[in-house]
C-alpha cells in the first residue's frame, strides 16, 4: 500500500524559476514530513522538515508548505539553480526518528 | 564530527548466498535505521534499532536481520540472497527517538 504519492516524476526548469513537487498521504498519523535530495551514488540528504502544527516552513530557497485538511504538501525550489538537478523524495513518519514512508521521487534537472 | 558511514559501497553476491552489510552511526547516536532502496524508487523501511533492541519491522521477510552493538553501528544480514534483494541499503542514524535521520551513502548489492 502506497502511502505517500509524489508527483511529478520528472520536472525540467529553467534557471532561475520556481520547482514545485506535490505529495499526498493518507495515514493521519503521520506527524512529520520531510523532504530528501539525493544525488546519484549518494544517500539522501535532509534539505527541510515540517510538522502539522505550522502551514509553512521557509529556508533559504526552500520553502514547504502543508495542508493538514487535504492531506497535502509541496516543496518550492525558488530561483532553481543547475546545482539543484538531483532526485527529491518527500517522506512521512510519526515522529522524525521512527519508520519513514518515502514517495516513489521526483528527478529535478535545472537546465542553464 | 564524522557521519554515517557503510561498507562495503558494492557488493556483488549470487543467488542462494548470504550477505553482511555494515553501518556506523553518526556519533552519539542511538537509534539506527535500515532502508532498501530498488532502481527509480523511494527506499523502503526494513526495521530500526534502539539501543540494540529492535524497534520496528517494515514489510520484509525474516531473511532479513539485523543487529545493534554497544558502540550503536549496526549490521543488515540478508540470508538465501533472490535477484530481487538487488538495490542500494541505505542505512540511517539520528540522536534519539525525535530527531532527524541522518543517511549514509548505502551499500549497493547486486545478486546475480
Redesign the interface.
Known sequence: QQQVK?SPQSLIVQKGGISIINCAYENTAFDYF?W?QQFP??????LI?IRPDVSEKKEGRFTISFNKSAKQFSLHIMDSQPGDSATY?C?ASK???????????TQLTVLP | ETGVTQSPTHLIKTRGQQVTLRCSSQSGHNTVSWYQQALGQGPQFIFQYYREEENGRGNFPPRFSGLQFPNYSSELNVNALELDDSALYLCASSLSQNNEQFFGPGTRLTVL
Open positions: 509524489q520531510p530528501y551514488g549518494k544517500g539522501p540528504a535532509l522538515a523524495f517522506a515522529g522524525s526518528a521512527r519508520q519513514l514512508t518515502f514517495g516513489s521521487g
